[in-house]
């Protein structure tokens, strides 16, 4: 797989029926391993391992609905009160982060209300801080450490 735009991590893989998968930490299980899932599984590290979140407060791959439809997000940060800190969008390296790719965050968070967002490609990383106040969002350069 394509080098990132992160650290390195060490990761755990399995050949399963001629295909990669990929052991995530959160889910305990072997996934099939596609680009988006390689940037997924770094940015679960990056928050674990520099952002110091601790895994019983991240979420995978879950189904949310916006506006009638079912959406799965990527990545979700819970505040240990169980509100949503951080919700994070994924992309493969060959997808290039458009205004459409920050439009489709702000309608998942319409819903989850998380105060920071993530967008990557995995070569690109994008953190922004929500003002619900104004509607809008703010770039920061990186995302806040966890607090308790």
């Avoid at 439809?69 to 951080?86: M, Q, S």
Wanted: include cysteine.
């Amino acid at each position: 797989m394509q080098k990132l735009n992160f650290p390195d991590y060490s990761f755990r893989f399995k050949n399963s029926e001629n295909k990669v998968a990929i052991f995530d930490v959160i889910r305990k299980k072997f996934i099939i391993l596609t680009a988006e899932e390689w940037v997924r599984q770094h940015v679960v590290h990056y928050l674990i391992n520099d952002k110091q979140y601790p895994k019983s407060h991240i979420n995978v791959e879950k189904l949310i609905k916006v506006n009638d439809t079912n959406k799965r997000y990527d990545i979700v940060v819970f505040h240990p009160n169980g509100e949503i800190a951080l919700l994070v969008e994924c992309k493969s390296t060959a997808i290039t982060i458009t205004q459409d790719t920050f439009d489709q965050i702000a309608r998942y968070n319409l819903n989850l209300k998380a105060n920071y967002l993530m967008v990557t490609n995995g070569l690109n990383h994008y953190f922004c801080q929500m003002d619900f106040e104004k509607e809008t969002y703010i770039f920061l350069p990186s995302l806040p450490q966890f607090k308790q």
